[in-house]
Nanobody, 120 residues
Framework: QVQLVESGGGLVQPGGSLRLSCAAS????????TGWFRQAPGKEREFVAA????????TYADSVKGRFTISRDNAKNMVYLQMNSLKPEDTAAYYC?????????????WGQGTQVTVSS
């Protein structure tokens, strides 16, 4: 089992940057693919980015491609989401997730979320 705790959210102006962090606890974190999802008020949760167990493969939603970068440090049990050139439409609660299978839809373990607000 994996427990996930996100941090790093906040208020940022359009065009700014934030780095989200996800701290994982539990055994064998390196055996889990991890992903970031987001959910804006009144909208469904959507996939943002995923990274494979060894960090050799990444996948991004078209809406964030070229602006966001997912990474992980298995030695520290950490996953990161670097967000650059932020737009108001990036405003949402961001969730870290982990799953034994690399995918962009279904994850077994979820964090509690961290709020990102992009506004001037």
């Amino acid at each position: 089992q994996v427990q996930l705790v996100e941090s790093g959210g906040g208020l940022v102006q359009p065009g700014g940057s934030l780095r989200l962090s996800c701290a994982a606890s539990g055994r064998a974190f390196s055996r889990y693919a991890t992903g970031w999802f987001r959910q804006a008020p009144g909208k469904e949760r959507e996939f943002v980015a995923a990274i494979s167990m060894s960090a050799g493969r990444t996948t991004y939603a078209d809406s964030v491609k070229g602006r966001f970068t997912i990474s992980r440090d298995n030695a520290k049990n950490m996953v990161y989401l670097q967000m650059n050139s932020l737009k108001p439409e990036d405003t949402a609660a961001y969730y870290c997730a982990a799953d034994p299978t690399y995918n962009v839809r279904s994850y077994d373990y979820w964090g509690q979320g961290t709020q990102v607000t992009v506004s001037s």
